[in-house]
């Protein structure tokens, strides 16, 4: 009995001290936490005051906003600042607004910031870690000059036909079956031209997603980028939680989809090397690297990582911006008509065959495309790390400069910036005409980016849009479908831009066209 009670106190007082250790780290987290959490309180820099664990992402996290709109909500309640200070979970991140701010960090001082946050842990996904977006300094520098000559006019011009025969091959598809009326899901139907586009530009591999849904490709790139799957909690930990990433390994994409890329790349290097053959695109230009004395040489790893990441940004996010696009030409019945008067003049000017320069000449195409861009930019907002510290003037008139230290974030909200009654009225409303004179100002005008990280294929997904909407309507009359929510609500399930609930449309072949497809 005695020994009993030993043992009893024994075990109490060991649970105590265990539970007086457990309460003892909280307590040290929590003062952590907290004085991470007053960042911008000592920095006297604008900014609302967040909660612990959430900073300023708490509509986010409980899906009552989505981050676009978050970011927005911040960007107008800061209207008289220069900058303003939100909390990216538990990262303190400074947003600039003043467009002049902009262009002196992201151009003028672009060494001072001239590295993104990686979206991947490249410790765990290191054959995509070394992808373009994620590569940083002289490393980056190395790449973006290797891989630019891959997206000039004249490489440009020889995709053209190659991007033509599978705009064909989609709106064909689409007019066969719509000649009653058809509700399609809009993103899927953009995921397979867009697949078609980037595996027959990109990797030489020619496809026809609308007859062979099931093809390897397009199947895996699907699997990549579910967002409705854990893929955009694992996205959303990686850009806010990166050390606990790091230290959970957590994985973007699996190694099916990794092993899947490596060997593609690998069989189309070989069957050049073997048969001679020779294409105008990137993987070309990193092959030419190998073997030569000076200059940067890229191994097979390298290349896959290249390839991949420009097949994510055409596989996701330009097929996305494509929805928006004809979903807005849908919405837009004048448009539409404006736009078909046009391409029908084309087509009679260059007896029934579009060409490039006849597209890339089109005024109001170009117009409609723009103001998409401008509603919908295909990133919402662009991210920057300091590598060098720099002093930013003061947030406001009273204020005074604040000091951003080597790895602060920094992000420049485009989609907000775009939306900005300052610098285009009725900034909610469709309305091309703002663009028909090209007077595109960069300062408030980024859907690509800006700087030396703009997009390095902007001008490529620009053309791959333009020919889509170009045979779309050829052949085809857009109308908003009931099952689309109107008027558009972005989603708060995913951290990209998303309509919520999808897109959809009904679609009606036209009869002028309907004879040149039987």
């Known amino acids: 009995m005695f020994f009993s009670s030993i043992i009893s106190l024994e075990i109490t007082m060991v649970t105590t001290i265990l539970l007086l250790a457990v309460l003892t780290a909280c307590a040290y987290l929590y003062k952590i936490m907290k004085s991470n959490m007053m960042h911008f309180e000592k920095l006297n820099v604008p900014h609302e005051k967040p909660f612990i664990l959430l900073g300023n992402m708490a509509p986010v996290f409980f899906r ?5 709109e978050t970011i927005a909500k911040l960007y107008e309640r800061f209207s008289n600042t220069k900058y303003f200070g939100i909390y990216n979970f538990m990262t303190p991140t400074l947003v600039i607004r003043d467009p002049d701010l902009i262009n002196t960090i992201t ?43 891959a997206f000039t006019s004249s490489k440009l011009k020889t995709m053209f036909h190659l991007m033509c025969q599978c705009a064909d091959n989609f709106s064909t598809h689409m007019a066969n079956n719509s000649k009653v009326g058809m509700t399609i899901n809009v993103k899927e139907e953009m995921c397979k031209y867009a697949n078609d586009v980037v595996a027959t530009c990109a990797f030489g591999v020619s496809l026809n997603s609308f007859k062979d849904p099931n093809n390897e490709f397009y199947r895996l790139g699907r699997e990549a980028m579910n967002f409705d799957s854990n893929l955009g909690l694992k996205f959303m930990l990686n850009i806010s939680f990166p050390k606990i990433v790091k230290m959970f390994n957590v994985r973007m994409f699996s190694e099916k989809v990794e092993n899947f890329f490596k060997n593609l790349v690998s069989n189309v290097v070989k069957v050049r090397d073997e048969e001679g053959i020779s294409r105008p695109d990137m993987i070309q230009l990193m092959m030419e690297t190998r073997g030569q004395s000076t200059g940067p040489m890229f191994d097979i790893d390298e290349m896959t990582a290249q390839a991949f990441i420009f097949f994510l940004g055409g596989f996701d996010s330009v097929s996305t911006a494509m929805c928006f696009l004809v979903h807005e030409v849908a919405m837009n019945s004048d448009v539409q008509h404006k736009l078909r008067t046009e391409i029908e003049e084309v087509l009679r000017k260059n007896d029934g065959k579009p060409t490039y320069e006849a597209i890339n000449s089109m005024k109001y195409l170009n117009a409609v495309l723009n103001e998409t861009l401008r509603l919908y930019p295909l990133a919402a907002f ?6 060098k510290e720099f002093e930013l003037p003061p947030a406001t008139p009273d204020g005074k400069p604040t000091t951003v230290k080597v790895g602060d ?6 989609y907000s910036v775009h939306h900005d009654s300052n610098y285009y009225s009725e900034p909610k409303k469709f309305n ?23 997009c390095i294929g902007n001008r490529f997904a620009l053309l791959e849009m333009k020919i889509m909407l170009f045979y779309m309507l050829w052949r085809c009359d857009l109308e908003p479908d009931v099952k689309m929510k109107i008027p558009l609500v972005l989603s708060k399930k995913i951290p990209i831009m998303m309509a919520e609930g999808g897109f959809w449309l009904k679609l009606r072949a036209r009869r002028e066209t309907c004879s040149l497809l039987q």
């Open 432 to 454: 091309p005409d703002r663009f028909l004179d090209d007077n595109l100002d960069n300062s408030v005008y980024f859907p690509f980016g800006i700087g030396p990280r703009l």
């Open 64 to 68: 009552r906003l989505s981050i676009t």
């Open 409 to 414: 974030c920094i992000w420049f909200s485009s």
């Open 382 to 387: 662009l991210d920057r790390v300091c590598v």
């Open 107 to 149: 151009i003028k001082n672009f060494d001072s910031f001239c590295d993104h946050r990686s979206f991947v842990n490249n410790d765990v996904d290191r054959l995509v870690g070394k992808n373009l977006f994620s590569l940083k300094g002289d490393h980056w520098r190395e790449m973006r000059k290797l891989l630019s000559p």
